[in-house]
C-alpha cells in the first residue's frame, strides 16, 4: 500500500519537465520561423548601405524616409492604387472559386450522372497537371479574344472550377453531410438547385471559407501569372510593383522596396488571423484531415 506514492511520484514529476522541454522546443521553433518577418521588418527601416552590408538585425538608425518613398509608388502609380489591383483580383478568384468550385463539388458529391467516377478521377489528375504546361495555350486563347493586358485572365477562368484542389475539398466535406437532410428538402419540394443554396451550402460554410483563405492567399502572392498578362503601371499589382521598383532607378533602393514588402504582406497577415480558426475548423473537418 506504501510503495505506490513512491512509485507514481518520480512519473508526476517528470511530466511538468516533459512540458517545459516541449514548451522551450515549440517556442525555438516559432522564433525561427517569425525571424525572416522580424528581419523584413527592422530592414525596410535600414538606410540603403545598411541593407547588404551589415548583418545586425536593427538599423544603426531609422530611415523613416523608406516608408515615405514607398507610399509615392512606382511608375508615377501610388500604393493605394497598387492595392486596390490587388485587391480586386484576388476578391473576384475568392468569389469565382467559392461559387464554381462548390457547383462542381455538389455535382460530384451529391448528384448521380453518366461517366461521374472518371470526370472526377480526371479532375484530380488535374491537380498534378503543373501550370507552366497549360499557360502559353491559355495565353493565346486570351490573347484572341482581346483579354490580355487586363484582369480577366486571372479571374476568369476561377468562375470556371479550374482549381481541383478546392473542388476536391469540398467534394469530401459534402460526402460528410447526412442524406437525409437532402431527402427531406426533396419531400418538401425542392429541386436539386433549392437543395444546394438552401440544405447544403449553409452546412458546406467551413470549406468555402477554407476555399477563400487559400484563394485570396495564393491569388495575392501570385507573381508569375500577373507578370505574363499586365504591362501597363497602372494595372500593376503590389507584387508586380516590387520588382519594378527596383527597376525603377539605376541603383536598386532596397530600403523603399522592402517598406513596399511591409505593404505587401500586412494585409495577408491581418487576412490570416481574421479568418484562421475558420480555416483549422475547415480543414479538421474535410477529408483532409489526418
Known amino acids: 500500500m ?4 513512491m512509485t507514481t511520484a518520480p512519473a508526476a514529476r517528470r511530466r511538468p519537465t516533459g512540458r517545459i522541454v ?21 530592414t525596410s527601416f535600414k538606410p540603403a548601405d545598411e541593407v547588404i552590408a551589415s548583418l545586425k538585425l536593427l538599423p544603426s538608425h531609422f530611415e523613416w524616409g523608406n516608408y515615405s518613398t514607398a507610399l509615392d509608388g512606382v511608375n508615377e502609380v501610388s500604393v493605394g492604387r497598387l492595392l486596390w489591383n490587388s485587391l480586386l483580383i484576388a476578391c473576384g ?9 462548390s457547383l462542381a463539388a455538389y455535382a460530384f458529391a451529391r448528384l448521380r450522372f453518366r461517366m461521374r467516377g472518371p470526370l472526377f478521377a480526371f479532375m484530380i489528375a488535374t491537380i498534378m497537371l503543373p501550370h507552366h504546361a497549360i499557360l502559353i495555350p491559355q495565353y493565346i486563347i486570351f490573347n484572341q479574344l482581346g483579354m490580355v493586358n487586363t484582369y480577366w485572365p486571372m479571374i476568369l477562368p476561377k468562375f470556371l472550377a479550374t482549381d481541383a484542389f478546392f473542388v476536391f475539398l469540398i ?10 437532410l437532402e431527402e427531406a428538402a426533396r419531400i418538401d419540394g425542392c429541386g436539386p438547385f433549392r437543395s444546394f443554396f438552401s440544405v447544403i451550402l449553409p452546412l458546406t460554410r467551413p470549406a468555402l471559407i477554407t476555399t477563400a ?48 514588402s511591409v505593404f505587401a504582406l500586412l494585409p495577408i497577415v491581418l487576412f490570416f488571423l481574421a479568418f484562421q480558426r475558420f480555416l483549422v475548423e475547415g480543414m479538421a473537418s474535410s477529408g483532409l484531415k489526418g
Open 93 to 101: 478568384a475568392v468569389l469565382g472559386n467559392v461559387i464554381s468550385c
Open 2 to 5: 506504501t510503495t505506490a506514492p
Open 171 to 180: 467534394v469530401q466535406f459534402m460526402r460528410g453531410l447526412p442524406r437525409e
Open 22 to 42: 516541449l514548451h522551450i522546443c515549440l517556442i525555438a521553433v516559432l522564433l525561427v520561423m517569425l525571424y525572416p518577418l522580424a528581419w523584413l521588418l527592422a
Open 213 to 260: 483563405i487559400f484563394t485570396f492567399i495564393w491569388t495575392w502572392n501570385d507573381f508569375f501569372t500577373q507578370l505574363i498578362y499586365l504591362f501597363e503601371p497602372e494595372k500593376f499589382t503590389l507584387t508586380l510593383a516590387l520588382r519594378s521598383f527596383v527597376d525603377a532607378s539605376s541603383q536598386s533602393a532596397f530600403g523603399p522596396m522592402f517598406a513596399m
